[in-house]
C-alpha cells in the first residue's frame, strides 16, 4: 500500500494545492513507489507566507505569548512521540538510514529539542534592565526576529527540520518549511502531529517541493529570516539573495572533516565511537571525519584497523535493527559517490577495501563500504565531499602536519581526535580549524552550539546560541531625568 496524501499543511489546516504536480517517493532499499504528495506551487508559498505573518503579527497571539507557545509546543512534542515508531520507519525506507540510528535521531530527537528550546525561551524572561555608563537605563528585549523560511535536506530529515522549527517557534516565531523532495513522507508526518497539538493557525507551513519552489521562498518578501541546511553550492546562491535583501541567514553547509588518530590512540577499543564518527547513516552526514589522518609510524596498522572495520559493517536491509550501513538516498547519489571512487583510483589512491556494490544485494542504492589508503590531501577524494560510505586514510609525520593537514581544507565543520590521552586530544583539538570537534567520539549535544566556518556556513543551531539566532535584539533607553 502506497502513502498518496491529496491536501497540504498551510495555513493552520490541511488545505487544496494550488497545481496538480505531484512528488514521487521511491524506497531506497527495493526502489519501489513508497507514494506521493502534492507538490506546492508559488501560490501556495505565497498563500503560507501569508498566514504565518498573519499570525506573527497578531498582538495577544504567538510571538507575544510565551505560555502559550509552552503549551502549544508541549502538546507538539507528545504527538510527535505518538507517531516516533512511524516516522523513524518513514525516514528508513525512503533515504536508507539504519533504523536503530532512525529511532535515536528521527524518532527521538524532535521532542527533546522542542522540550530544550521550549523551557529556554519560554521558561525565563527574555528581557533585563542595565543600569548605564552615561546615567539612565536600558531594557534590553530579545525578540522573535519574525517569519521564518526554513529549508532542510533528505540525510537526517526530521533532526535537522527540529534543529530549526524547535528554536524559532519557541522564540516566537512562525515558520515557512520546505523539506526536500526525497523525504517528504515523515514531513507528512510531522504535519499531521502539528495538527493534533493544536497549534494556531498559520505557526507552521509545509510546502513540499524542489530547488525552484525553495529558491522563490527564500526570496519572498514576507520572510524576515533565512535558515537552510543542504550543499554549499545551494547555500552560496541563498547567501547571494539574502545578502541583496539584508536578510539574516543561517547556513548549514557541507563538509570535509579530519578524523585525526595519534601516535598513542588505541582505535580497536574506540572502534564504535570511531564508526559513529566516520561513516555515520550510510556516510550520508556532513560532519562525519571522512580524511582519517594516520601516523607514519602506524600508518599500516591504523589503515588495517580503518579496512577491518569498513570490511565488518552489516550492510543490507536499514529495518533490520541489526543493519549498520543501508543504501544510498538515490541513483542519482549513488552516481555521485561511484563517480568519486573511479576519481579516487584515477589518482592514484589505494583500495583496501569496497570501491563497488556489494554483489548479494541487486535492488537499492548500496555502495560497499570504501577504504582508500595513501591518499594525498590534495586528491580530490580528499578535498570534495563525497556523501557516501568513502574514507581516505592520509599519512602525517608529527602533530603539527596533522594539524596543517586538518586545516588545509575549503570546510570546518567538524572532526575528532583519537588518543588516549584526552588532555593531549584537546591540545590538538583546539588548533583544528572547526566549528565542532570531538575526542574520542563525536556528538551534537543540544545544549552546545553547532555549526561551520569557511565554506561550511554561517552561523549556529542548537545552544542559546542556536535560539538567538532566531532573535532579534530592542533596546528601550530611559532618561533618568524625565522619571
Ligand atoms: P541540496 O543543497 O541540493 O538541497 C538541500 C535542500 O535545499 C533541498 O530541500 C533542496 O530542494 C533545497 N534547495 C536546493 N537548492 C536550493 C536553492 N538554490 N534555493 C533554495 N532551496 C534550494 O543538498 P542535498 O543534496 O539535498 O543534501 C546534501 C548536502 O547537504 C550535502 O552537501 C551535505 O553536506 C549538506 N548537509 C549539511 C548539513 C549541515 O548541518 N551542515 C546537514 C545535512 C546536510
Known sequence: MTLDYDRLYLAGGWAEPAATQRIPVHSATTEENLGSVPEAAEADVDLAVTAAR?????????????????????????????????????????????????QQFEGGFPPVLLRYFSELATGSPQEEIRPGMLGGS??????????????????????????????????????????????????????????????????LNVVPGGRELGAYLIAHPGVDKVSFTG???????????????????????????????????????????????????????????????????????????????????????????????????????????????????GEGARLTTGGGRPAALDQGWFVEPTVFADVDNNHTIAQEEIFGPVLSVIPYADESEAVAIANASEYGLGGSVWTSDPDRGEAVARRVASGTIGINGYSNDPTAPFGGIKSSGLGRELGPEGLHSYQVFKTIYRDPSKG
Open 54 to 102: 498573519r499570525a506573527f503579527d497578531d498582538p495577544s497571539g504567538w510571538s507575544r505569548n510565551p505560555r502559550l507557545r509552552a503549551e502549544a509546543l508541549e502538546r507538539f512534542a507528545v504527538a510527535l512521540e505518538n507517531r516516533a515508531a512511524e516516522t523513524s520507519r518513514r525516514v528508513t525506507v525512503q533515504n536508507g538510514m539504519p533504523i536503530s540510528l532512525a
Open 138 to 203: 536600558s531594557r534590553v528585549l530579545r525578540e522573535p526576529v519574525g517569519v521564518v523560511a526554513a529549508i532542510v535536506p533528505w540525510n537526517v530529515p526530521q533532526a535537522i527540520t527540529f534543529l530549526k522549527l524547535a528554536p524559532a517557534l519557541a522564540a516566537g516565531c512562525t515558520v515557512v518549511l520546505k523539506p526536500a523532495p526525497e523525504t517528504v513522507l515523515d514531513a507528512m508526518l510531522m504535519c499531521e502531529a502539528a495538527a493534533e497539538a493544536g497549534l494556531p493557525e498559520g505557526v
Open 231 to 345: 550543499s554549499t553550492a545551494a547555500g552560496r546562491s541563498i547567501a547571494e539573495t539574502c545578502g541583496r535583501l539584508l536578510r539574516p541567514v543561517t547556513l548549514e553547509l557541507g563538509g570535509k572533516s579530519a578524523a585525526i588518530v595519534l601516535d598513542d590512540a588505541d582505535l580497536a577499543s574506540t572502534i564504535e565511537s570511531f564508526f559513529a564518527a566516520t561513516l555515520l547513516n550510510n556516510g550520508q552526514i556532513c560532519w562525519l571525519g571522512t580524511r582519517v589522518l594516520a601516523p607514519r609510524s602506524r600508518y599500516g596498522e591504523v589503515v588495517d584497523t580503518v579496512t577491518d572495520l569498513a570490511r565488518s559493517l552489516a550492510v543490507g536491509d536499514p529495518l533490520e535493527q541489526t543493519t549498520q550501513l543501508g543504501p544510498l538516498v538515490s541513483a542519482r547519489q549513488r552516481d555521485r559517490v561511484e563517480s568519486y571512487i573511479a576519481k579516487g583510483l
